[in-house]
């Protein structure tokens, strides 16, 4: 019977002070050298599934972005909780479970990692041309089917800094990997999906409407092209920009708190009454108007960002999804798969930090199946002190005939465990449905573990919004 192949998991966030699996104390120090009592026990619940289910193969991660916190954390930070990590996945007798070469798919908050691999892979190409030679513009996605993946050298010299990780290594794919089951014509496409949001399309969207421009990037390659320098600016190396970067972070903490808020607005206005010279009693008059309709703005954008809804996925990024799979993953398959599209195909993303599996109709129109199954790996982050419905942690698991199982290890406010597929009949989800007992000790340990740890991050999250 197919073993697991892969193990498809997002949005960790090591080195976020909010991220469960980095370890602060319980007056909210961080401390990334120690070890998540919560990274600890996903490591066990790996290791139980693998050990379970596989006889001879290793399973292979593919981390598929937001691995690290480059946005909001400090590099430092980011890499000694993936050095965490490392040193629980890979000892003496897990090396054996795990396969130390792995699939690496940026994110957002890790998109500079790729950048430094894709110039580093411009350079290595111009070494080859002789002075004068025409040299290519650069290129900014790799193939997805069969693609020529890029060493990552950052992740690849961290790996191979421990003593079981030697011949480690990690091979990176953007933003589209597929993998292929040529006998069934199985597919399954994994993206970490921020090009599902319209705000990673903002320097596109500039030049339509400044200057009335028609034209809109359409494929993978040209939508990158056009904003790989604002989502690298300002979600994956901003933060990280000494205390600017701490007081961003703390701000983004600040828009869900009402009285923090209008802090924040009133701060704003009081400097654009200043700047514009107005009288003060024009001044008094306007204040709390302006300072309204700001606090009603920046909340939209606070809700719009961080999807405070108990939707799995809000009306725009539902469009948003059906968007990019209709049409720039569209254009790739066409390219890459001979004119032809998927007959059977599961879509696989994070970023939300939502997880739902679920089968979606809208795509038989531009030539996919009736049905897509849609699953989403959620996230390991806590952002808000209230509990979101929707929000929570989940690893996807995929077996050597692509057959696809989503294990949803805990939502905010359900803690149950629990298997899920878009498909009936899933041999898979069979195998695993029968061979693991999710109430076993190692789970159960797990779940305790998430169910402390938010309490505790939550905590963090009062103490900063209250400073």
Same mark, same amino acid.
């Given at each position: 019977?197919?073993?697991?192949?892969?193990?498809?998991?997002?949005? *960790?966030?090591? @080195? /976020? %002070?909010?991220? +469960?699996?980095? =370890?602060?104390?319980?007056?909210? &120090?961080?401390?990334?050298? $120690?070890?998540?009592?919560?990274?600890?026990?996903?490591?066990?619940?790996?290791?139980?599934?693998?050990?379970?289910?596989?006889?001879?193969?290793?399973?292979?991660?593919?981390?598929?972005?937001?691995?690290?916190?480059?946005?909001?954390?400090?590099?430092?930070?980011?890499?000694?909780?993936?050095?965490?990590?490392?040193?629980?996945?890979?000892?003496?007798?897990?090396?054996?479970?795990?396969?130390?070469?792995?699939?690496?798919?940026?994110?957002?908050?890790?998109?500079?990692?790729?950048?430094?691999?894709?110039?580093?892979?411009?350079?290595?190409?111009?070494?080859? *041309?002789?002075? @004068? /030679? %025409?040299?290519? +513009?650069?290129? =900014?996605?790799?193939?997805?089917? &069969?693609?020529?993946?890029? $060493?990552?050298?950052?992740?690849?010299?961290?790996?191979?800094?421990?003593?079981?990780?030697?011949?480690?290594?990690?091979?990176?794919?953007?933003?589209?990997?597929?993998?292929?089951?040529?006998?069934?014509?199985?597919?399954?496409?994994?993206?970490?999906?921020?090009?599902?949001?319209?705000?990673?399309?903002?320097?596109?969207?500039?030049?339509?409407?400044?200057?009335?421009?028609?034209?809109?990037?359409?494929?993978?390659?040209?939508?990158?092209?056009?904003?790989?320098?604002?989502?690298?600016?300002?979600?994956?190396?901003?933060?990280?920009?000494?205390?600017?970067?701490?007081?961003? @972070?703390?701000?983004?903490?600040?828009?869900?708190?009402?009285?923090?808020?209008?802090?924040?607005?009133?701060?704003?206005?009081?400097?654009?009454?200043?700047?514009?010279?107005?009288?003060?009693?024009?001044?008094?008059?306007?204040?709390?108007?302006?300072?309204?309709?700001?606090?009603?703005?920046?909340?939209?954008?606070?809700?719009?960002?961080?999807?405070?809804?108990?939707?799995?996925?809000?009306?725009?990024?539902?469009?948003?999804?059906?968007?990019?799979?209709?049409?720039?993953?569209?254009?790739?398959?066409?390219?890459?798969?001979?004119?032809?599209?998927?007959?059977?195909?599961?879509?696989?993303?994070?970023?939300?930090?939502?997880?739902?599996?679920?089968?979606?109709?809208?795509?038989?129109?531009?030539?996919?199946?009736?049905?897509?199954?849609?699953?989403?790996?959620?996230?390991?982050?806590?952002?808000?002190?209230?509990?979101?419905?929707?929000?929570?942690?989940?690893?996807?698991?995929?077996?050597?005939?692509?057959?696809?199982?989503?294990?949803?290890?805990?939502?905010?406010?359900?803690?149950?465990?629990?298997?899920?597929?878009?498909?009936?009949?899933?041999?898979?989800?069979?195998?695993?449905?029968?061979?693991?007992?999710?109430?076993?000790?190692?789970?159960?340990?797990?779940?305790?573990?998430?169910?402390?740890?938010?309490?505790?991050?939550?905590?963090?999250?009062?103490?900063?919004?209250?400073?």
């Amino acid at each position: 019977m197919p073993e697991i192949q892969y193990i498809c998991i997002s949005d *960790l966030h090591f @080195g /976020a %002070y909010n991220s +469960l699996l980095t =370890h602060t104390s319980d007056d909210g &120090k961080l401390d990334a050298r $120690k070890k998540s009592d919560v990274l600890i026990h996903l490591i066990n619940v790996m290791e139980e599934i693998i050990s379970i289910t596989n006889k001879k193969r290793k399973a292979k991660f593919i981390l598929n972005g937001d691995i690290f916190e480059l946005a909001l954390a400090n590099t430092n930070e980011a890499v000694m909780t993936f050095d965490s990590f490392l040193s629980l996945t890979y000892t003496k007798n897990r090396k054996e479970i795990f396969s130390d070469k792995l699939i690496y798919i940026p994110g957002n908050h890790d998109h500079h990692l790729w950048e430094t691999a894709r110039e580093r892979q411009y350079l290595e190409y111009m070494l080859k *041309l002789e002075p @004068g /030679a %025409y040299i290519e +513009l650069p290129w =900014h996605h790799t193939k997805m089917i &069969k693609p020529n993946p890029l $060493k990552s050298r950052f992740i690849t010299t961290l790996m191979q800094r421990h003593k079981n990780l030697k011949e480690g290594r990690a091979m990176t794919v953007y933003p589209n990997l597929t993998l292929v089951n040529r006998e069934t014509e199985k597919y399954v496409v994994i993206s970490h999906g921020h090009f599902i949001e319209n705000i990673y399309y903002l320097m596109s969207n500039l030049q339509s409407i400044l200057l009335n421009s028609k034209s809109f990037p359409e494929t993978i390659d040209q939508i990158e092209r056009e904003n790989f320098a604002w989502i690298d600016f300002f979600w994956s190396v901003l933060g990280r920009s000494g205390e600017v970067g701490a007081s961003i @972070g703390i701000m983004y903490d600040m828009l869900q708190d009402e009285k923090a808020l209008n802090e924040l607005a009133n701060n704003l206005v009081t400097y654009l009454m200043k700047r514009g010279d107005f009288p003060s009693s024009l001044q008094n008059m306007l204040k709390p108007i302006i300072g309204y309709i700001l606090t009603k703005v920046v909340s939209q954008i606070a809700i719009n960002e961080r999807g405070l809804t108990d939707d799995i996925l809000g009306k725009d990024a539902r469009q948003g999804l059906l968007t990019y799979i209709n049409g720039p993953l569209k254009l790739q398959f066409l390219s890459e798969n001979n004119n032809t599209l998927p007959k059977e195909m599961n879509f696989l993303f994070g970023h939300t930090h939502k997880p739902f599996c679920k089968k979606e109709v809208g795509f038989e129109a531009n030539g996919y199946p009736k049905e897509v199954g849609l699953m989403n790996t959620g996230g390991w982050v806590i952002d808000t002190v209230e509990p979101q419905k929707q929000v929570g942690g989940a690893i996807t698991l995929i077996d050597e005939d692509k057959n696809v199982v989503l294990l949803r290890l805990y939502n905010e406010t359900d803690l149950e465990i629990k298997l899920e597929s878009s498909e009936l009949e899933n041999p898979l989800y069979k195998k695993l449905s029968e061979k693991l007992n999710l109430k076993s000790k190692t789970f159960t340990e797990f779940t305790k573990s998430v169910e402390l740890e938010i309490q505790n991050k939550r905590t963090v999250i009062k103490n900063r919004i209250s400073k």
